[in-house]
């Protein structure tokens, strides 16, 4: 049973870069046969997908975040991270770290995995 | 505003049966599996369908999903009161090529 957690500032800067890490335990990001990837939910609302990656190669990212965003994984420390650069106010929200199934090479089928939450504040 | 709409909140009484609806179109959910999830306050969502219509590992029977066209639909009967939550669907949009996500329902178990 795979088990993830986010880690990373609580407090972030506007205008600045926010970076999360997620911590993999009870398996191997490399053999796994998941996309990891980070989903967002602002105070109050509801889901947002940010994007995800395949250790074997592909990256997918919102249509509204790209060009802000990256997600990285580093196999020999079990982790993966998001980068989102420039953000605002409206970055303010619970991130959670994510392992998601998937089909016909990228087509995410579901979010098998989370991790507890994070939440980023970015004062406005 | 999200792609897939999904009703504010649903209501029913403990025993009774409610169903939520998910509806998109042939680019997401017409194309694509469709995904159910359940958030309580403060906690991460939890995969109760998978593939339209199969339960994740632990997901009691009283929880089911189906498919029509381009609408899903979470049922669930023999409500609890532990059952009041937000329930989201999801899948993926084949020309966004992005994961999404519906607005989520609120679930009242009166």
């Known amino acids: 049973q795979l088990q993830l957690r986010e880690s990373g500032p609580g407090l972030g800067k506007a205008s600045e870069t926010l970076s999360l890490t997620c911590t993999v335990s009870?398996?191997?990001?490399?053999?796994?046969?998941?996309?990891w990837g980070w989903i967002r939910q602002p105070p109050g609302k509801g889901l947002e997908w940010i994007g995800s990656?395949?250790?074997?190669?592909?990256?997918y990212y919102s249509p509204s975040l790209r060009g802000r965003v990256t997600i990285s994984v580093d196999t020999s420390q079990n982790q993966f991270s998001l980068k989102l650069n420039s953000v605002t106010a409206a970055d303010t929200a619970v991130y959670y770290c994510?392992?998601?199934?998937?089909?016909?090479?990228?087509?995410?089928?579901?979010?098998?995995?989370w991790g507890q939450g994070t939440l980023v504040t970015v004062p406005s | 505003q999200s792609v897939l709409t999904q009703p504010p909140s649903v209501s029913a009484a403990p025993g009774q049966k409610v169903t939520i609806s998910c509806s998109g179109s042939?680019?997401?959910?017409?194309?694509?599996?469709v995904s159910w999830y359940q958030q309580f306050p403060g906690t991460a969502p939890k995969l109760l369908i998978y593939?339209?219509?199969k339960r994740f590992s632990g997901i009691p029977d009283r929880f089911s999903g189906s498919k029509s066209g381009t609408s899903a639909t979470l049922g669930i009967i023999g409500l609890q009161t532990g059952d009041e939550a937000d329930y989201y669907c999801?899948?993926?949009?084949?020309?966004?090529?992005?994961?999404?996500f519906g607005g989520g329902t609120k679930l009242t178990v009166l």
């Open positions: 999801a899948t993926w949009d084949s020309s966004l090529t992005a994961v999404i």
């Open positions: 042939s680019s997401n959910i017409g194309n694509n599996y």
């Open positions: 009870g398996g191997s990001i490399r053999s796994s046969t998941y996309y």
């Open positions: 994510a392992g998601l199934d998937f089909w016909n090479g990228n087509h995410i089928r579901s979010v098998d995995y």
């Open positions: 593939d339209d219509y």
């Open positions: 990656v395949f250790v074997g190669g592909g990256a």
